[in-house]
């Protein structure tokens, strides 16, 4: 056991809401109460220690109600990884599947896991064109990863961007520019058409202050900062690609291997073996 | 029940500012009567509440892990059945003791002063409570079971604690005193400890081909640590020993094995098991035999 000081100085309230401890004793207390039939006086502890143990091997979230999936980082980290365990050989297969598809694997895992949120994964793999396409596993599953676990984040990022779009940062420069196929998110100006997409480095300082400011989950600025260091000007679908593709961020938030190892199955490898 | 109902609704609103996403854990808004009676005939909420004080106190890094094992060992405590069938015999009462002393003794990190102690307290009752055969007090054999126990769950190598306890250990059938056993508990796990930064320490020298670390930039690390432990020798808590070693500065030690890498002569490898046992010994030699 390493000894973090900062953790032993927090205040009682901070050190237990930074692992989320009293959601896990209220939902133990919950699940308790769903299945009272079926615990006994000294069961209890039982209970208890297998609740507590499968929070930590993050079986506790399959097939449980989406309010709670989302509920702590760990929690959607541990869904992400049971999705990907349970759904690997569909890449293996190189199944190309569309949304709704995906969606229904999802569905299996999750009853009440909201379409919305599959669709704006569809839309970061597809940059939002063609949402019927069919999109391989190894694509959605990274797109879906940094949809679902930054979900507020990308919020924030999304209105940051139309306020950049849109002008209402000083800074920001008008051009006539002649390029076709105008983005569904410009807004229409009539003959003044804005420079596709937003500065990066304009970009970047708003992403910092949001990530400083606000306490859910944001990518590592770090990374960020790597990912928009690369160009000049980006879109909001091609900023989003580009974090989904990045291997340190996914790293980072630690819930799937790297994408070579995406379709690596050795179970289902070794049955393969025997047929 | 009320407590269970307060803690609800206070962490609801504050929930809501820190889980910004989450609207409500179950569906049900409050708990009905029935709900209530039954999480009051099961001491469900004492349960929780001691759960809760015990993680507050010991501020585990990992508090979900920490209530998993806790309440595995508050299961493992409940007598299966009351007064049922044969009493257990001595052999598994004193592996139930031991199992529960060192519960006790990883409930808190060592350097958290006040909650160790506590829990060495704790553990020492535990194992002098006298059984059907047994006298009260803690008997030199139980002792030397307990150090051999965390070293060995500490999975520190036996060569290398062997010398610590044979400096530490008590005869047999002596009596261990409770001020003896706090110094030993506390040598051991810092020991475990320095052993474990010993290991990190060695990885960072290691060749990752060969799996092996030269000999002479090894050597020359040790060298350095010796010389840090040895200007802190007016210490006597083990503890400054191992602040000691994590104030050795990236500057001496690099000094140290630039040298090492100048004087250009074929070396022998040092494996990892001999580095370990090395850098354990000098932290051993400033342990104060028992007796």
């Known amino acids: 056991m390493m000894l973090s000081p900062e953790r032993l100085a927090l205040p009682d309230y901070e050190y237990l ?8 004793m209220e939902d133990a207390v919950c699940q308790l109460l769903e299945n009272k039939e079926d615990v006994s006086q000294y069961g209890i502890a039982r209970f208890f220690t297998e609740y507590f143990n499968s929070v930590c091997q993050g079986t506790h979230i399959l097939f449980r109600e989406f309010s709670f999936i989302q509920a702590t980082p760990h929690n959607r980290a541990s869904f992400l990884r049971a999705f990907w365990r349970c759904f690997r050989t569909v890449g293996k297969n190189g199944d190309l599947l569309t949304m709704k598809e995906y969606h229904c694997l999802l569905q299996l895992l999750c009853p009440d896991f909201p379409l ?31 949809q679902f676990y930054y979900s507020e984040f990308l919020e924030s990022v999304a209105a940051i961007y139309q306020d950049l779009l849109s002008g209402k940062n000083p800074n920001t420069v008008i051009v006539p520019t002649s390029s076709s196929g105008q983005h569904r998110q410009r807004p229409n100006l009539g003959e003044v058409s804005i420079l596709e997409g937003v500065e990066a480095s304009l970009f970047y300082q708003r992403l910092e202050s949001l990530c400083d400011r606000h306490k859910y989950s944001c990518p590592p600025p770090a990374l960020v900062k790597e990912v928009l260091s690369n160009v000049q000007r980006l879109t909001f679908y091609g900023f989003l690609v580009a974090l989904s593709k990045h291997r340190g961020i996914s790293q980072a938030l630690g819930a799937l291997p790297d994408k070579a190892d995406l379709m690596h199955d050795p179970a289902m490898d070794e049955e393969l073996d025997r047929l | 029940m009320a407590a269970v109902e307060k803690r609800r609704l206070a962490v609801a609103p504050a ?77 598994l009462l ?63 190598p036996e060569e290398v604690v062997a010398p610590l306890l044979r400096k530490i250990q008590c005869r047999d059938h002596e009596a261990v005193p409770l001020d003896v056993f706090r110094t030993g508990m506390l040598t051991c796990f810092v020991l475990l400890e320095f052993v474990g930064r010993a290991g990190a320490l060695y990885q960072l020298l290691e060749d990752p081909m060969l799996a092996v670390a030269d000999r002479r930039m090894s050597q020359a690390v040790l060298d350095t640590l010796e010389g840090v432990l040895q200007a802190s020798s007016g210490a006597s808590a083990p ?27 074929p070396s022998s490898p040092m494996t990892r098991e001999e580095f370990l046992e090395k850098a354990a010994a000098l932290f051993i030699a400033k342990v104060k035999p028992v007796g």
């Open chain 1, 17 to 24: 809401a930074q692992r989320h401890v009293l959601t896990y």
């Open chain 1, 116 to 146: 919305e949120l599959t669709q704006k994964a569809a839309r970061i793999v597809l940059m939002d064109d063609a949402m019927d396409c069919l999109m391989s596993f190894s694509d959605f599953l990274l797109a879906f990863q940094i």
């Open chain 2, 15 to 91: 929930a809501n500012f820190i889980d910004s996403s989450r609207p409500s854990v179950s569906g049900a808004a409050a708990t009905t009567e029935s709900e209530e009676d039954f999480l009051q005939q099961l001491g469900v909420t004492k349960m929780l509440r001691a759960a809760l004080l015990k993680v507050l106190e010991a501020r585990p890094e990992e508090p979900i892990s920490f209530l998993a094992h806790y309440f595995e060992n508050m299961g493992l405590s409940t007598p299966a059945n009351s007064g049922a069938g044969e009493p257990p015999g001595q052999l």
């Open chain 2, 94 to 156: 004193q592996q139930q003791r031991l199992g529960r002393a060192l519960w006790h003794l990883r409930l808190a990190h060592h350097s958290q002063r006040t909650a160790f102690n506590n829990n060495v307290g704790v553990a020492y009752e535990c194992l002098s409570a006298s059984g059907r055969k047994k006298k009260p007090g803690l008997d030199g054999r139980t002792y030397s079971e307990l150090l051999k126990r965390i070293c060995r769950d500490g999975e520190a």
């Open chain 2, 239 to 265: 503890t400054h020993y191992l602040e000691a070693g994590s104030r050795l500065g990236p500057d001496s030690l690099a000094l140290a094995m630039d040298r090492a890498l100048v004087a250009r002569r």
